[in-house]
């Protein structure tokens, strides 16, 4: 009986290998590292220790994406100027277990170096490169990683017929946010999530350019499978007075000639409903959807100072209201990073339809980030009782 089950054990494992692959893909790597950096012997630039960062994601079990960045204060080699050097890089990185606890690591990609501050030494270079290293794993989330890095380009600043090499050497410390044996990301489906975000609001009037202002506001987001429902209050405080001008027959002088007032406010808030759609359940993914939404210019006030009775103050005021609610469609799109089934991160651009005769002019444009956690299911289950 033991050696059935073991063999089913066994066949299960080899019918679905994917599922294991699946489990090491979609890992977050946050990286910190002492460096040696070695540079081309044209330069007459000498060697030493700097440090920098790594951030990757995983897209499979065998390949990945990260962004290096790398920094050293060092000097000629005639001790006569101080030199600083940065650079980032954005490598594609394959994999290659080893162990269990051992992976190697090779990844190439483009490195773009800065030299500071003072002539010869204040030029960019744009370079391929690529490099090998390891990472051996302490614990599920904590690995210690070796790199050893090159780079390349065919010219030289300083001799027309030479080319550029530089290396560095790096040891650091690597700590998993989300493990790989997480990479099949998290179950969010029918969940409730209560959420908060703030940006940058972007809109003008029918007197002003584009400005941007500050917007804040909280959602709710109701998932399915892949969709979820969404619904949001915001909130934009203007940080200088908007001024725009309305059409009124009735009026006598404005900022822009008769025929119309002029309006000032410095608060606009909107209620938006819609439907988002997540067509990759991955542990960062893409999202995107749209829907209705309305706004409301808070307390705007009208120049009145022209009107010459009861009537035509009455009739300004009538028309400032009525310019400053209006319905509109809107559609978004983003990116979210999911720590856990309860809460993720996410970051997202909003673009609103114009309407005619309201005191925002033309689309608005919304850039935000913001927080969400689950308090729960959004679906109950259903029991019976025998």
Same mark, same amino acid.
């Given at each position: 009986m033991k050696r059935l089950i073991l063999l089913a054990g066994f066949l299960t494992l080899v019918a679905n290998p994917s599922r294991l692959a699946a489990q090491k893909s979609q890992a977050l790597e946050f990286n910190g590292f002492g460096? /040696?950096?070695?540079?081309? #012997? @044209?330069?007459?630039?000498?060697?030493?220790?700097?440090?920098?960062?790594? *951030?990757?994601?995983?897209?499979s079990d065998r390949v990945g994406l990260e962004v290096v960045g790398d920094f050293i204060a060092t000097r000629n080699v005639a001790a006569t100027q101080n030199i600083d050097v940065s650079g980032i890089s954005a490598n594609v990185v394959f994999n290659f277990p080893a162990s269990d606890r051992l992976t190697l690591v090779a990844s190439g990609g483009y490195s773009h170096m800065v030299f500071a501050h003072d002539p010869p030494y204040d030029f960019t270079q744009h370079l391929i490169g690529?490099?090998?290293?390891?990472?051996?794993?302490?614990?599920?989330? =904590? !690995? *210690?990683?070796g790199d050893v890095r090159a780079q390349y380009r065919p010219d030289n600043p300083f001799y027309s017929n030479a080319f550029t090499a530089q290396a560095q050497a790096s040891l650091g410390a690597s700590y998993f946010f $989300?493990?790989?044996?997480?990479?099949?990301? /998290? %179950? #969010? %489906?029918?969940?409730?999530?209560?959420? +908060?975000?703030?940006?940058?609001?972007? @809109?003008?009037? %029918?007197?002003?350019a584009y400005v941007y202002d500050p917007i804040i506001g909280g959602h709710w987001l109701i998932t399915a499978r892949? &969709? !979820? =429902?969404? +619904?949001?209050?915001?909130?934009?405080?203007? =940080? !200088?007075?908007?001024? !725009?001008? $309305?059409?009124?027959?009735? +009026?006598? &002088?404005s900022s822009v000639g008769p025929g119309f007032r002029d309006v000032t406010f410095s608060d606009v808030r909107r209620f938006m409903f819609g439907v988002l759609a997540y067509p990759s359940q991955k542990v960062i993914e893409p999202f995107a959807g749209g829907g209705f939404a309305l706004m409301q210019v808070l307390n705007p006030s009208v120049d009145c100072s022209s009107c010459t009775t009861l009537g035509e103050a009455e009739e300004a005021a009538s028309r400032v209201h009525d310019a400053s609610s209006k319905a509109f469609v809107w559609v978004m799109g983003g990116l979210q990073m999911n720590y856990s089934s309860r809460f993720n991160v996410f970051a997202h651009y909003l673009l609103t339809s114009s309407a005619q005769g309201f005191l925002l002019d033309g689309n608005t444009h919304t850039l935000q980030a913001g927080l969400r956690y689950s308090l729960g299911t959004s679906k109950e289950g259903i029991t019976e009782r025998h």
């Open positions: 460096s /040696w950096w070695r540079f081309d #012997k @044209s330069f007459l630039v000498e060697n030493g220790f700097g440090g920098g960062v790594r *951030i990757g994601y995983s897209l690529a490099g090998l290293g390891f990472r051996g794993f302490v614990s599920h989330h =904590l !690995a *210690i990683r $989300i493990p790989p044996q997480q990479g099949k990301g /998290w %179950n #969010k %489906n029918y969940q409730w999530y209560w959420g +908060a975000q703030g940006g940058a609001f972007v @809109s003008k009037t %029918n007197t002003e892949r &969709t !979820a =429902l969404y +619904a949001a209050y915001e909130q934009s405080f203007f =940080l !200088a007075d908007a001024h !725009a001008v $309305i059409f009124d027959p009735n +009026a006598s &002088t």
